[in-house]
């Protein structure tokens, strides 16, 4: 019973973690897998990518746990 239950475990695992890859986005928003470390770099990793668009990123959303995202858009600076 424990062998199959940590077999179940490991796939469960292993499929999760082979989901999340790396930050998505485009000239609209979007997201980074969660992490404690991504969480700190968030701003800067969002930025990054908005910024290719002459454009200003804007966190919306911070899920904790791993398998969660944090969300994020980009806009338009103010002039």
């Known amino acids: 019973m424990k062998a199959v239950l940590a077999a179940a475990l490991s796939l469960t695992l292993a499929s999760c973690a082979a989901g999340v890859s790396g930050p998505k986005g485009n000239d609209t928003g979007g997201?980074?897998?969660?992490?404690?470390?991504?969480?700190?770099?968030a701003r800067h990793i969002a930025q990054d990518n908005c910024g290719a668009y002459g454009k200003v990123a804007i966190i919306?959303?911070?899920?904790?746990?791993?398998?969660?995202?944090?969300?994020?858009?980009?806009?338009?600076?103010?002039?």
């Open 60 to 79: 919306t959303s911070v899920r904790r746990g791993y398998g969660e995202y944090i969300g994020y858009t980009c806009r338009r600076p103010r002039r």
């Open 31 to 41: 997201i980074i897998p969660w992490s404690p470390g991504n969480e700190r770099a």
